[in-house]
T-cell receptor, first 113, second 109 residues
Framework: DAGVTQSPTHLIKTRGQQVTLRCSPK?????VSWYQQALGQGPQFIFQ???????QRGNFPDRFSGHQFPNYSSELNVNALLLGDSALYLC????????????FGPGTRLTVL | GQNIDQPTEMTATEGAIVQINCTYQ??????LFWYQQHAGEAPTFLSY??LDGLEEKGRFSSFLSRSKGYSYLLLKELQMKDSASYLC??????????WGAGTKLIIKP
């Protein structure tokens, strides 16, 4: 049984570019949450997807958008990249409203130059 | 507002016991999580407390006092592999985790 997988592992972009990160949830899970974790900080909640809709959103600008597909996998898109977007992006999957059983993927390390 | 407070860094000796404290303020409360995170890796689940009291799981125990907005993680018989960051994360009324910055635990031989 595969756990949560994310791609790519590492990514380097320049300011102003756009990036797409991908996440496949743990088998059977229907909800995907995305987090941004800057170096030395705790994760910050970006948004959560369930039934292909954004259900909740943290305090992030519209440059951050996402999508969930019928197979429950998800994408995180960030437009007009800023240096401050450099971080570890974590995807976590769970059953809807059962966050106490949330599993994290290995993360994507994004560096913006 | 919502706020999590835990020490930035702690040092302990291999074989010893260490207690990592966490105080929190959230909009509503649906339990509190502790996660372990090694550098460059994803957080891994350690414990979940929703009622007051102590939950013991092997070398790790977690305590919760809802009235005081306080929790601690107790690690016994410390091993070098326990060197990591430990994240306290209460869940608010929207079932979202509110994360602290974490406590970096350094284990010395």
């Amino acid at each position: 049984d595969a756990g949560v997988t994310q791609s790519p592992t590492h990514l380097i972009k320049t300011r102003g570019q756009q990036v797409t990160l991908r996440c496949s949830p743990k088998s059977g899970h229907d909800t995907v949450s995305w987090y941004q974790q800057a170096l030395g900080q705790g994760p910050q909640f970006i948004f959560q997807y369930y039934e292909e809709e954004e259900r909740q959103r943290g305090n992030f600008p519209d440059r951050f958008s996402g999508h969930q597909f019928p197979n429950y996998s998800s994408e995180l898109n960030v437009n007009a990249l800023l240096l401050g977007d450099s971080a570890l992006y974590l995807c976590a999957s769970s059953f809807f409203l059962r966050v106490n059983e949330q599993f994290f993927g290995p993360g994507t390390r994004l560096t913006v130059l | 507002g919502q706020n999590i407070d835990q020490p930035t860094e702690m040092t302990a000796t291999e074989g010893a016991i260490v207690q990592i404290n966490c105080t929190y303020q959230t909009s509503g409360f649906n339990g509190l999580f502790w996660y372990q995170q090694h550098a460059g890796e994803a957080p891994t689940f350690l414990s979940y407390n929703v009622l007051d009291g102590l939950e013991e799981k092997g070398r790790f125990s977690s305590f919760l006092s809802r009235s005081k907005g306080y929790s601690y993680l107790l690690l016994k018989e410390l091993q070098m592999k326990d060197s990591a960051s430990y994240l306290c994360a209460p869940m608010d009324s929207n079932y979202q985790l509110i994360w602290g910055a974490g406590t970096k635990l350094i284990i010395k031989p």
